[in-house]
């Protein structure tokens, strides 16, 4: 590193303007230097000081103040030294530890003696903060350095103006952050930023809340994880819920955002619980007069929160469930969603909970949410199938339950007449129904799933086609639906096309092959099979394939009675 001469390089350029522009270049070397890290700390922290105090001086663009002159020629002086003793920290030229601990000691005291002196000059009056140095915001791609002097020069004007200048500071701020998220790292490394953003959270002026929320959405949703750590650090979740208690309808969506991005982090959790969170974002949801987007985000964070046991229970104990199941009749559809996956998250491997969301009707107000006469989004709906699978498909009392309320006729309706997103999770939800109990396979047979499901076995989506040929294998072996099932002739035909070895169907073959064994088991199934023009495809996938499943279903349709009748197919 070569030593910078505080001397002006460029003629006109007064000792203040040098001196800030020195001081900036010192705090950015400052940061490189590895030796003797708490002293360099203590200096920097002086160096910031003494930015701070020269940016505020009066006019420093038109002229030097005389006041400023002799403590201006010093300041240099030691600035020149503090840059010398940079230099040999960074190279490690110095001859010995204890030497350098003293000279660093003896400048520590000559910028301290410079900031205490600064500090008088404006406490009487002989210096005026006119604040009338305005840097400009650095093009994109600017260097690190240039970024350093911006955030500095924000700081300085957040720190010590009127609340315009600081809305000001703060919008600047949040602006080059969106431009150029390497202004965050910037912002973390500077000193007293992220504390002074904290702080403003408690600001009782409202547009200096607002805007100082906006930076910390910023940090909280960037995706390093440690700038929300010291974001934690500095105490931002007390300042966050108090926002939520106190401020701005701006200012509490804003507080809410933050709060959901630094709970996904379940340590952070607690911090929410200890500060009194659970029950303000819990007072939040039950409130009528709420706002949508509002409500929306504490369902958020509460649904984060369910993670943690201690914090569940309270939850539970605090009347949640039955909060949030009134939420989920609400019109807005951020909020609908939000207080499903709450309800799912919070019942979620809980046989207590989830009973307790059965009990004061959750299961009912998820079943008319599906009701096609009702507009809801496609998303809800999702949601909605989603979570009714997951809180009932465990218990055959609330199969039972759904089966009497029209559960399995709403689900035929979005098979046949819904988008294929739609259609194809009510698919899915069948196939899980199907696989919960023996009322469910009649229920689902006696409302006219079959057919369909046949339908499905020519489906694009091999899954598709593995859900509906496993759904039917377990519904045919119910007696009542398999009379159902052979009465279509086209239902058996299907499946023997679908079992020809030259298909590539080998995936879902074990499913078609189940169905037509169950089909052995009435008179009218196995006649219908063997009359089937497709009923040589049973010979030759025995024969070409190591099938057991196949050959039962050979050995099942070849008994004496049946033999010659069978030969006289297959070899014709």
Not at 50 to 61: K, V
Not at 122 to 133: D, E, F, K, P, Q
Not at 442 to 467: H, I, Q, T
Request: glycine letters at 8%; proline letters at 2%.
């Amino acid at each position: 590193m070569e030593r910078t001469s505080p001397e002006p390089s460029t003629a006109g350029n007064s000792n203040l303007r040098r001196a800030i522009h020195f001081i900036s270049s010192l705090i950015s070397i400052s940061h490189s230097i590895r030796v003797f890290a708490g002293k360099w700390k203590l200096i920097r922290t002086n160096l910031e000081e003494l930015h701070s105090a020269l940016i505020a001086s009066d006019n420093p663009d038109s002229g030097e103040n005389p006041s400023l002159s002799g403590i201006l020629r010093s300041l240099l002086n030691t600035a020149g030294e503090c840059h010398d003793l940079a230099r040999r920290c960074s190279d490690v030229s110095y001859s010995g530890k204890l030497l350098m601990q003293s000279d660093l000691d003896v400048t520590l005291v000559k910028l301290n003696h410079h900031v205490k002196k600064l500090d008088e000059m404006y406490n009487t009056g002989i210096l005026i903060r006119s604040h009338a140095l305005i840097v400009s915001k650095p093009c994109l791609g600017a260097s690190k350095e240039d970024m350093r002097f911006y955030i500095r020069d924000l700081l300085t004007r957040m720190k010590i103006g009127d609340v315009g200048m600081k809305k000001m500071a703060l919008i600047n701020l949040h602006e080059v952050v969106v431009e150029d998220d390497r202004y965050l790292k910037v912002i973390v490394e500077v000193g007293d930023v992220v504390h002074l953003l904290v702080e403003f959270l408690g600001s009782s002026e409202v547009v200096i809340q607002e805007e100082s929320v906006k930076v910390v959405a910023l940090i909280t949703g960037f995706g390093d994880s440690s700038y929300k750590g010291v974001l934690i650090g500095a105490g931002v979740v007390g300042n966050l819920i108090k926002v939520l208690e106190r401020g701005s309808e701006v200012g509490k969506v804003g507080a809410a955002r933050c709060l959901m991005k630094l709970t996904e982090n379940s340590d952070n959790a607690w911090l929410v619980s200890a500060h009194g969170g659970v029950n303000v974002l819990l007072k939040i949801c039950g409130n009528v007069d709420s706002k949508g987007d509002l409500v929306g985000l504490a369902c958020g964070v509460l649904r984060n929160l369910v993670g943690v046991e201690e914090i569940k229970r309270f939850m539970v104990e605090e009347g949640a469930v039955s909060t949030f199941i009134g939420l989920v009749r609400s019109e807005d559809e951020a909020i609908q969603v939000s207080s499903i996956e709450f309800i799912q998250n919070i019942a979620f491997k809980d046989e207590l909970v989830r009973q307790m969301v059965v009990r004061e009707g959750g299961v009912r107000v998820l079943f008319l949410v599906l009701d096609p006469e009702f507009s809801y989004s496609s998303k809800t709906k999702e949601v909605v199938m989603r979570a009714i699978e997951n809180l009932c498909f465990s218990s055959s009392n609330c199969v039972s339950t759904l089966i009497s309320y029209g559960f399995v006729d709403q689900l035929l309706y979005y098979i046949r007449n819904y988008e294929v997103s739609i259609q194809e999770l009510a698919l899915k939800v069948t196939f899980r129904l199907c696989g919960t109990s023996e009322e469910a396979k009649k229920a689902l047979g006696d409302a006219g799933f079959m057919p369909e499901l046949v339908k499905f076995l020519n489906a694009k989506s091999f899954e598709v086609r593995e859900m509906a040929a496993e759904a039917l294998s377990g519904m045919v072996m119910v007696p009542k639906n398999r009379k159902k099932f052979v009465q279509d002739d086209q239902n058996i035909a299907l499946i023997l096309q679908s079992i020809d070895p030259g298909k590539g169907n080998s995936g879902i073959k074990k499913f078609l092959i189940s169905i037509l064994i169950s089909l052995t088991n009435c008179n009218t199934g196995r006649k219908k099979i063997m009359s089937s023009s497709y009923a040589k495809n049973i010979e030759r996938l025995s024969e070409n394939e190591v099938c057991s499943d196949a050959k039962k279903l050979v050995r099942k349709l070849t008994t004496n009675r049946f033999r010659s009748m069978l030969n006289g197919i297959w070899h014709s």
